[in-house]
């Protein structure tokens, strides 16, 4: 493959050895060893289908390799266990996916590892929470669900003078907005079960980092085993073709809408870091290549929050995100609903923000849909 093509292009072309332009789909578990290197198997991260998209991940991400993994979370709590043993200490901004909160708060304190959630995305607090021990900082930006921006180039260069790992969930980002590992983050985390697949049919995971982080992530993976079967290497093969295309748009739409609901007299608030008011609107102008991504929130004015979900027919009320089809969803009753009242209301997730996750329709008709659903 040429090195410097756009991301577009290198969404579509994999360097295949095979006559076709597609991967054939290849099931078989038990492979001959006599006379090969390497013992082909799944859940040796190894397959053909397995490595054709984590290199492609791998150059979408501007990073050296890739892992791809059953699910997000096998990503998250891999990537993360993969670096720390118990006395150590873990950094994690309080605005992350609900179920990364909850692997935290569940699983943490059996294997002796400390933790502390800092507020926001704020690098202040981040740098005053550093102890002897810490091992890890985690965080995500865009955040979840208030996406709030943390500069990561600031973020990366503090951490590295201590020695710290640092982790970036980029599912909000996607690979064609933003690229953390440019900047100086050590490990890339994607849900792919959101943008990458784009669908809304897939659910897998992938980490992206330097040759030598992979491997010593690969090394627990091995013992973790949440690998992917080839059918649904398949299906993402082909979902990563139109990855640019379909973000391009979701991008437009949501910048749009984000625009649209600022001016309505019946919303109250806009979160999107495209809008010239979001307090880290320049870091995200700088970091996302002035391209915001296809999520935002808003909170409603005079509008029972259930009664407008309930009238809307075109965009579905539904969890999840990052597919073609715009979705609509309460966080206060669904990814965070894991997390106590008290919580979140410290970061902000009021019980009527609503979360959407934009698609690539025509713009006309889902501002057409909100309009009625606000009457
Ligand atoms: C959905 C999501 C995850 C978890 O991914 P799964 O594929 O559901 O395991 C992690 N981070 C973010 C930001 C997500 O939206």
Redesign the pocket.
């Known amino acids: 493959m040429h090195k410097n093509l756009h991301k577009a292009t290198d969404c579509i072309h994999s360097d295949t050895k095979f006559q076709g332009v597609n991967t054939p789909i290849y099931t078989s578990t038990a492979n001959r060893y006599l006379d090969y290197d390497e013992t082909i198997y799944p859940r040796y991260f190894n397959t053909g289908n397995q490595k054709i998209i984590t290199e492609k991940l791998a150059r979408l991400e501007k990073g050296e390799d890739a892992i791809v993994f059953s ?6 709590s891999t990537s993360i266990l993969s670096q720390i043993k118990s006395g150590d200490h873990v950094i994690v901004s309080t605005e ?2 609900g ?2 909160h909850k692997f935290i708060l569940d699983e943490f304190k059996r294997f002796g590892i400390e933790f502390n959630f800092v507020f926001g995305n704020d690098l202040e607090k981040l740098k005053t929470s550093v102890k002897p021990n810490t091992r890890i900082i985690y965080t ?1 930006t865009p955040s ?1 669900p208030l996406l709030s921006i943390i500069d990561l180039e600031a973020f990366a260069t503090f951490a590295k003078s201590r020695n710290i790992v640092t982790i970036v ?1 980029n ?2 980002g996607t690979p064609i907005n933003q690229n953390p590992l440019e900047l100086g983050i050590d490990i890339v ?6 943008y990458l697949s784009g669908h809304s049919d897939l ?3 992938a980490m992206v980092s330097s040759k030598s982080i992979k491997e010593k992530v690969l090394s627990s993976a091995l013992n973790f085993g949440g690998s992917l079967n080839a059918l649904d290497c398949y299906l993402i093969e082909r979902s990563l073709k139109t990855l640019e295309v379909r973000v391009t748009r979701q991008n437009d739409n949501a910048m749009e809408l984000a625009h649209y609901l600022k001016k309505n007299k019946k919303v109250r608030k806009v979160y999107y870091p495209g809008l010239e008011d979001h307090p880290e609107h320049e870091v995200a102008k700088k970091q996302m290549n002035e391209k915001y991504g296809g999520m935002l929130s808003f909170e409603l004015q005079g509008v029972p929050t259930e009664q407008f979900l309930k009238k809307l027919h075109l965009i579905a009320p539904a969890v ?3 597919g073609v089809e715009t979705i609509i969803c309460q966080p206060s009753k669904t ?1 965070h609903v894991k997390m106590s009242p008290k919580d979140r209301l410290k970061i902000g997730v009021t019980d009527d923000l609503l979360r959407l996750s934009v698609g690539i329709e025509n713009t006309n008709d889902l501002i057409n849909d909100i309009e009625q659903a606000l009457t």
Do not use: P, V
């Not at 699910?71 to 998250?76: D, F, Q, T, V, Y």
């Not at 985390?189 to 959101?194: C, D, L, P, V």
């Open positions: 699910s997000g979370m096998a990503a998250i992350i996916y179920g990364t995500e979840n969930d599912t909000f985390i994607h849900s792919g079960t959101k659910c897998f995971g999840s995100l990052g990814s």
